[in-house]
């Protein structure tokens, strides 16, 4: 792997704690460095870190706060 690439890991703890679950990774990082990107894109998935996971939990969090008002009603 390029210094840059375990850098890049050693500075994200998520994208690093994710290497370890996921240690098929060492392997294509070590033939590819250049897909560092999709691993970050497969770590947002799962950890649900997208902007249409993070619009899904305000859009949960509002109707419960709506929910909780309307019980207070």
Do not use: G
């Amino acid at each position: 792997m390029i210094n840059e690439t375990i850098i890049k890991i050693r500075e994200n703890p998520l994208l690093y704690q994710y290497l370890k679950y996921h240690s098929y990774w060492y392997k294509i990082l070590l033939r590819d460095s250049t897909r560092i990107n999709e691993m970050i894109l497969k770590m947002k998935e799962e950890y649900k870190l997208t902007a249409k996971d993070k619009i899904d939990m305000v859009s949960k969090r509002i109707s419960m706060i709506r929910n909780l008002l309307e019980v207070f009603r």
